[in-house]
């Protein structure tokens, strides 16, 4: 099965940095699209951001300005540049891919989460 692997979350202060990455193995042929969601605390998981393979890209209002998405379509792989990082952006990350597979299906699948918390 397609597995997607996540890292770099962690703890940070207000107003610092954290590079996520995911990385997709399996029997893949292509992607139509991978982002990433998050879900803190009492809330909703939802969408941060977005990208398909072109490179185009969309985000939550909430984080527009402060987070990049970006892919390396060779290496099946997302990453989520994060800056000036608020508390209220404390959550479990969860990457997202929609893959065609290499027979031909197409799913959508999710990483296992990874920790976010900004706090001094």
């Known amino acids: 099965q397609v597995q997607l692997v996540e890292s770099g979350g962690g703890l940070v202060q207000p107003g610092g940095s954290l590079r996520l990455s995911c990385a997709a193995s399996g029997p893949i042929f292509s992607f139509n699209a991978m982002g990433w969601y998050r879900q803190a605390p009492g809330k909703e998981r939802e969408l941060v951001a977005s990208?398909?393979?072109?490179?185009?890209?969309n985000y939550a209002d909430s984080v527009k300005g402060r987070f990049t998405i970006s892919r390396d379509n060779a290496k099946n792989t997302v990453y989520l540049q994060m800056n000036t990082l608020k508390t209220e952006d404390t959550a479990v990350y969860y990457c997202?891919?929609?893959?065609?597979?290499?027979?031909?299906?197409?799913?959508?699948?999710w990483g296992q989460g990874t920790q976010v918390t900004v706090s001094s």
């Open positions: 990208v398909t393979p072109g490179g185009t890209t």
């Open positions: 997202n891919g929609n893959f065609r597979l290499s027979w031909g299906r197409t799913h959508d699948y």
